[in-house]
């Protein structure tokens, strides 16, 4: 019988779009200070250490998390990296729990950091394009590098794709209001990035495109930063719980799935982001979740593109696939509707510091259930090529 | 079929060896250019046929599962993974075929490709073949706006003249732009397919009235240009780049020149321009200074012309001062 796990601690550092200030050594340092002070333990504590590092590129070493571990105080101990491009965050959390659950530590460091605008253009004399080649590398080396590659142009292929089948759904006017939503609720956020950037739905229309149909202020920003969680099995949890007066966020249901990295016929169905929906249907059945309309109350989403908000909130059975612009148009995730979507302000306005971006997200939906006193919350990472791969985790708090 | 002798990196591309101290805060931070590089000696392996193919016999292969029949094109594989891995064999596919879905176009590539875009990535479905293959996709009408190549297209593929055995040896326009004979004809060339040529639009003399929103217009790009060049953020948007635009509109034309964090407005022609924007109004640019749409979707809605593609960085630069006044007033 495998144990429960638990969130006991979380911090996150100020994600910025460069921190000149600091190394990311210091930006692991910083978070790993945070968590262990939010959980009232010692490093000397913690058993096991999981690195969520995306890009070797962007940290300029290979291995980069070799050079965290002593410094973060885990000489001697367990440390491995996921890896698994935006969904790494996500993806490391379900390892850790796994290792707690079957029984190999007490308990574990989630540590996410990535340093992504050190990376810079000398021709154009600016990051965004060299960041943007650097994850160009995460491409297929034979077939797709070559060809221009980005991360936006290949979640572009799956949103039109949906809108190929789906004509009326992801309206422009839709979008940009999810988008000027999420820039509202980012107020709250002393650490995001983007804290007092609010714009109005017109604005939103107004930006430019980038890679159609994505319009610069429907898109996630670069971000350097880092984030971290304390998990703890049943027993030890319990015994911080108490130290801290906190409570703690269950771990209750897990799902990972990866599709096909080529698309057509038994390969990638394009229109639909498959991943989502099996990971997030996994994870309901791991915790019990019948009908996750009624059950959902914060959904912290890996919004890589506004678009793609919309299209996994219906892999997720949140708004009906085909009808996505029901979020808005009825209301779903507008204050007061169904869900809390983005409570953070989402990537696009808090930041993708990607291999933290994830633990954020799991950082804000701790900090959100406890707060406003509600009981699920589903958090999420999507990454690689054509959306291919997700992990997902359902939080409950009793 | 080799390519011209050229170098793997341009030089272009490298930048001089440096450092500089920025203080924040009153405290110094040392920043130096660096660069992290890995050179390559690598085998196109199983791949190989497909990749010869391409570039010596303008052939497209594919491989073919014996077991379930799917047709895989590319070939990245030697055995099925759905037939208990039953053994493929190369097959050739045809050089005409469907957009799997609609491709994005993307206008702000990552600096490899910034020559290149605006450029189109899609899918194909060749005849033959089951699965897609990703391609660039092109129109030979100009830039690639939305709505020309679209899910079910019929695109033909075109292998360059001068292909050194990868992906990019090849990509694909739509059958509609070509002739009979050119759809029909295995390993069309490039040079062999009519592109239309960039031709500066003409303006027609402006009337009165016309005179009259063009000073209206040039007053708010001024004013506009002003506060730009009064606010921090937007001078860092140009921090490092220099240009010197030649702008005609009905109605007059002016210049504006940008040079390292300044930039200003001349009512002069230039004569050495680094690129030439044309627009029909001249309130087109006014708004898109102005934070009132951008003046990118502007070259691609065909509202503006710019006599360079490349200069795609420049017009971002000015889409992205107009939205850092835009923030500063905030």
């Known amino acids: 019988m495998s144990k429960r796990v638990g969130i006991v601690g979380a911090a996150v550092t100020p994600f910025k779009a460069k921190w000149n200030e600091k190394t990311y050594y210091e930006l692991a340092q910083m978070a790993t200070r945070e968590v262990v002070k939010d959980a009232k333990i010692s490093i000397k504590d913690v058993d096991s250490v999981f690195y969520a590092i995306y890009n070797d590129i962007f940290e300029r070493t290979c291995i980069p998390e070799h050079a965290l571990h002593g410094l973060i105080g885990m000489q001697n101990k367990f440390g491995t990296r996921v890896s698994t491009g935006g969904a790494t965050g996500a993806y490391t959390i379900s390892a850790a729990h796994a290792y707690l659950a079957a029984g190999r530590f007490k308990t574990a460091l989630v540590l996410g950091v990535e340093k992504c605008t050190d990376c810079f253009d000398f021709m154009s004399m600016s990051a965004t394009p060299e960041v943007i080649k650097s994850i160009g590398w995460s491409a297929d080396s034979f077939f797709e590098q070559r060809l221009g590659w980005t991360a936006a142009d290949s979640y572009a292929e799956v949103v039109l794709a949906y809108m190929d089948e789906h004509p009326k759904d992801l309206k422009p006017e839709v979008t940009a209001k999810i988008s000027s939503l999420l820039s509202q609720y980012v107020k709250t956020n002393k650490f995001a990035q983007r804290q007092h950037d609010q714009v109005t739905p017109q604005e939103v229309m107004n930006s430019r495109l980038v890679v159609y149909p994505f319009k610069e202020l429907e898109i996630c920003v670069y971000t350097e930063g880092a984030a971290a969680l304390i998990l703890a099995e049943e027993e030890t949890a319990k015994a911080i719980s108490k130290n801290t007066g906190k409570p703690i966020v269950w771990i209750t249901g897990l799902g990972e799935a990866n599709e096909h990295s080529f698309a057509g016929k038994n390969q990638k169905v394009m229109p639909r982001i498959m991943s989502d929906y099996i990971a997030s249907h996994q994870a309901y059945k791991m915790s019990g979740i019948k009908n996750p309309r009624k059950s959902i109350d914060i959904v912290e989403l890996h919004d890589a593109f506004v678009h793609q908000l919309e299209i996994t909130m219906s892999e997720f059975d949140l708004v009906p696939r085909g009808n996505a612009d029901a979020l808005i148009d009825e209301g779903l995730m507008l204050p007061g509707g169904e869900y809390l979507v983005n409570p953070c302000g989402g990537l696009i306005y808090s930041g993708h510091a990607v291999g933290a971006s994830n633990i954020m997200s799991a950082w804000s939906a701790r900090n959100e259930l406890i707060k406003r006193k509600k009981k699920t919350a589903i958090v999420h990472g999507t990454g690689s090529t054509i959306a291919q791969y997700t992990a997902v985790c359902i939080l409950e708090h009793d | ?330």
Request: charged share 25%.
């Open chain 2, 1 to 330: 079929m080799a390519k011209k002798k050229e170098k793997l990196i341009p030089a272009e591309y490298i930048p001089d060896v440096g450092s500089h101290v920025l203080t924040i805060d009153k405290v110094k931070y040392l920043i130096a250019n660096d660069a992290m590089y890995t050179f390559y000696q690598r085998s196109k392996g199983e791949l190989s046929p497909f990749f010869l193919g391409l570039r010596d016999d303008k052939k497209i292969f594919g491989c073919k599962c014996p077991k379930c029949g799917l047709v895989r094109c590319p070939p990245f594989l030697t055995h099925c993974p759905d037939c208990d891995f039953a053994p493929t064999r190369i097959v050739e596919v045809g050089q005409v075929g469907v957009m799997l879905s609609t491709p994005p176009i993307t206008y702000f590539a990552n600096s490899l490709f910034l020559k290149m875009a605006p450029y189109g990535r899609g899918r194909v479905v060749l005849e033959g073949a089951d699965t897609a293959l990703s391609v660039n996709v092109y129109t030979t009408t100009g830039i690639l706006a939305p709505g020309i190549i679209k899910k079910g297209t019929k695109v033909k593929v075109i292998f360059r003249d001068d292909r050194s055995g990868e992906i990019s040896d090849i990509f694909c326009v739509p059958v509609s732009e070509l002739t009979k004979a050119q759809v029909a004809k295995k390993g069309l060339l490039s040079s062999q397919i009519n592109w239309e040529a960039a031709v500066e639009p003409t303006l027609k003399k402006a009337t009165a009235a016309e005179q009259e929103i063009y000073k209206k217009a040039l007053k708010e790009i001024k004013a506009v240009i002003r506060l730009m060049n009064e606010t921090e953020r937007a001078r860092k948007d140009i921090m490092g780049w220099k240009r010197e635009i030649q702008v005609k509109t009905t109605g007059g034309e002016f210049a504006i020149i940008i040079n390292n964090g300044d930039i200003s407005l001349a009512e002069k022609k230039l004569t050495k321009p680094d690129f030439i924007m044309v627009a029909k109004s001249p309130k087109t640019l006014a708004d898109g200074l102005a934070y009132r749409g951008a003046i990118t979707d502007s070259v691609i809605m065909k509202r503006l012309w710019i006599s360079k593609n490349m200069e795609f960085t420049t017009i971002f630069k000015l889409d992205r001062m107009a939205r850092s006044v835009a923030r500063s007033k905030k």
